[in-house]
């Protein structure tokens, strides 16, 4: 049997549509949630572009040439050490040591090898050379006795030099070792050698003490040299690294070369650098 819709049944239906109709209605018609619009925003949002960044070059903290080479003929090693060089440092201060601990082992060996000659020349020739000059004491170790010296040395020089007896006289008078500056070795060769022996070990001591002062005025001027030649080159390269990459850099250069004629060929030229 064919079924045949009523009044109530078709009102039924058409309320039921409306109520669907404005159900859908109101579900689309609600705002979007929080974190959908965050989502959505973070999705179809441009990326900004970075702040550009100023290119600032690195700057030396160190002395510059003449201020390390300052340190360095004041205490060397100093300028080196104050430019990062530690190695070179701890070399010319290590010179710088054992140079100063050199120069007063030989002052050392000086004085004690001097006060043996004096003790040798007071015992054996009896004279106290603690008040002579260096000369005296030359000649203690080059005559036997004050009268050899005063016969073959002073009286052939005033015989030689003087005609007039008077003037002769007075040259021997003015120029003889007196009787208390007198001394006399004797027949004891052995301690005549032995004198000449410990005055020349004396006059070597105090010899390389001089040698060690040149070698710290040198050790100084090499450091100083040095420590400038490192503190320059350090700038440079501080400016190399803090150079914007393309950016060209001048600098002059010359050298000289051998010419047709005594004149040298000169040559200046402007060095660019990318």
């Known amino acids: ?8 049944f078709l009102l039924a239906s058409l309320i039921a549509l409306g109520c669907a109709a404005r159900a859908g209605a109101s579900v689309l018609d609600l705002p979007p949630a929080p974190l959908a619009d965050a989502r959505l925003a973070q999705a179809t949002a441009t990326p900004a572009m970075p702040a550009p960044t100023m ?27 104050a430019t990062g060089h530690n190695t070179q440092a701890a070399i010319f201060g290590a010179l710088e040591v054992a140079t100063w601990t050199s120069y007063a082992t030989f002052q050392r060996q000086g004085n004690l090898r001097q006060d043996s000659y004096f003790q040798t020349a007071q015992l054996y020739a009896g004279i106290d050379l603690e008040d002579q000059d260096e000369d005296a004491r030359k000649l203690v170790g080059q005559y036997r006795s004050s009268d050899v010296y005063n016969q073959y040395v002073v009286m052939r020089e005033a015989a030689y030099f003087y005609e ?3 003037e002769q006289q007075q040259y021997i008078e003015s120029r003889s070792i007196q009787p208390s500056d007198a001394w006399n070795w004797g027949d004891d060769f052995a301690a005549f050698e032995r004198y000449r022996a410990q005055r020349r070990s004396s006059e070597q001591a105090y010899k390389n003490g001089q040698y060690a002062l ?4 040198i050790n100084r001027v090499v450091s100083a040299v ?17 150079a914007a990459p393309g950016q060209p850099r001048a600098s002059m250069a010359w050298s000289l070369a051998p010419g047709p004629g005594l004149v040298p060929d000169a040559r200046v030229a402007c060095v660019v650098r990318f």
């Open 214 to 217: 040149g070698f710290a005025v």
């Open 226 to 242: 040095a420590a400038a030649r490192a503190a320059k080159s350090r700038q440079r390269e501080v400016e190399a690294l803090g």
């Open 164 to 166: 007039d007896p008077v």
């Open 55 to 81: 290119h600032e070059p690195p700057a030396y903290g160190g002395p510059g040439p003449a201020g390390a080479a300052l340190r360095s003929l004041i205490l060397p090693g100093w300028g080196q050490l």
């Open 1 to 8: 049997m064919p079924f045949r819709p009523t009044a109530p």
